[in-house]
């Protein structure tokens, strides 16, 4: 993998009505001005346009002048904030300072998203966005760093948390999960993508050791435990849960992959009982 050599920031702007993009760019091969409008078109609402007619636009290389892609994208954001109330602004967010521009402003852009979430158009769109960048390796590293550096923060981890519990109240929100939940659960291709997905993560230490630490805070939490608790009682209640959880076990015992791994999850648990109760007898003798 070639690490970028050029950083830049760049402004796009379509000559007919002024309307503007503000971006930026990682590349490992040439310099801003051959690698924009030549190899890269923008990744906003104006690329298809951009690329199909480059002659009705105009734009200008902002900065190159970047040690690393979390300064480029800080700066990104700072240029973005500033053209914020400039008449023809194609940027919908300027992250991740985004959320500096106060509550009124995010309920605004949070009701403009919840207009276009609506537009089937304007989704298939951003999956394929997505799924482009999702094969660049330097976006997926730059976006895992991202979110070990805002994990680390303990103010933005109790927003997210509150959020989120904010959202558990909400009845609308929950059933609209659990139906996208059931129906994503109802496609065999995603599940096989998610279990892909899960065994790739079980197989990073630092995953596994994050994801035990977390559990480990869940088990202290009163709260949570009584919660997981009324939920199972409450799922083994249904007679379909039990038979749908019944044919998954059947179905992974049939896999040798699992059996090995639940065999050794039981020989180790096994072990753990044996060693407690040879500890409780030691100390009894004594």
């Given at each position: 993998m070639m690490k970028p050599k050029y950083r830049y920031t760049y402004r796009l702007t379509r000559q007919s009505d002024q309307a503007f993009y503000i971006g930026s760019r990682s590349a490992a091969s040439c310099p801003p001005e051959e690698d924009f409008g030549t190899h890269y078109f923008t990744s906003g609402d104006l690329q298809e346009e951009f690329r199909a007619n480059p002659e009705q636009f105009t734009w200008t290389i902002l900065s190159e002048d970047y040690a690393n892609n979390v300064s480029m994208l800080e700066d990104e954001a700072r240029l973005i904030l500033k053209s914020w109330d400039e008449p023809g602004r194609m940027n919908r967010s300027a992250h991740p300072l985004v959320f500096e521009r106060g509550a009124v402003w995010r309920e605004n852009v949070t009701e403009a998203n919840r207009r276009k979430a609506q537009d089937p158009k304007w989704r298939k769109k951003m999956t394929e966005a997505m799924r482009r960048k999702a094969q660049d390796p330097e976006w997926r590293k730059s976006m895992t760093e991202g979110a070990r550096r805002r994990s680390q923060n303990p103010e933005w981890r109790k927003k997210i948390t509150e959020a989120g519990r904010r959202r558990a109240q909400d009845p609308v929100w929950r059933k609209k999960v659990t139906e996208a939940n059931r129906r994503k659960a109802q496609?065999?291709?995603?599940?096989?993508?998610?279990?892909?997905?899960?065994?790739?993560?079980?197989?990073?230490?630092?995953?596994r050791k994050n994801a035990a630490k977390a559990g480990r805070r869940r088990a202290q939490d009163p709260v949570w435990r009584k919660n997981t608790a009324e939920g199972t009682r409450r799922r083994s209640q249904n007679p379909v849960w039990r038979e749908s959880l019944t044919a998954a076990l059947r179905k992974n015992w049939q896999d040798p992959e699992y059996r090995k791994m639940m065999s050794k999850a039981f020989t180790k648990r096994e072990a753990r009982k044996r060693a407690a109760r040879q500890a409780n007898e030691n100390t009894l003798c004594v």
């Amino acid at each position: 993998m070639m690490k970028p050599k050029y950083r830049y920031t760049y402004r796009l702007t379509r000559q007919s009505d002024q309307a503007f993009y503000i971006g930026s760019r990682s590349a490992a091969s040439c310099p801003p001005e051959e690698d924009f409008g030549t190899h890269y078109f923008t990744s906003g609402d104006l690329q298809e346009e951009f690329r199909a007619n480059p002659e009705q636009f105009t734009w200008t290389i902002l900065s190159e002048d970047y040690a690393n892609n979390v300064s480029m994208l800080e700066d990104e954001a700072r240029l973005i904030l500033k053209s914020w109330d400039e008449p023809g602004r194609m940027n919908r967010s300027a992250h991740p300072l985004v959320f500096e521009r106060g509550a009124v402003w995010r309920e605004n852009v949070t009701e403009a998203n919840r207009r276009k979430a609506q537009d089937p158009k304007w989704r298939k769109k951003m999956t394929e966005a997505m799924r482009r960048k999702a094969q660049d390796p330097e976006w997926r590293k730059s976006m895992t760093e991202g979110a070990r550096r805002r994990s680390q923060n303990p103010e933005w981890r109790k927003k997210i948390t509150e959020a989120g519990r904010r959202r558990a109240q909400d009845p609308v929100w929950r059933k609209k999960v659990t139906e996208a939940n059931r129906r994503k659960a109802q496609d065999p291709e995603w599940r096989r993508k998610n279990a892909e997905a899960m065994r790739r993560l079980a197989q990073d230490p630092e995953w596994r050791k994050n994801a035990a630490k977390a559990g480990r805070r869940r088990a202290q939490d009163p709260v949570w435990r009584k919660n997981t608790a009324e939920g199972t009682r409450r799922r083994s209640q249904n007679p379909v849960w039990r038979e749908s959880l019944t044919a998954a076990l059947r179905k992974n015992w049939q896999d040798p992959e699992y059996r090995k791994m639940m065999s050794k999850a039981f020989t180790k648990r096994e072990a753990r009982k044996r060693a407690a109760r040879q500890a409780n007898e030691n100390t009894l003798c004594v």
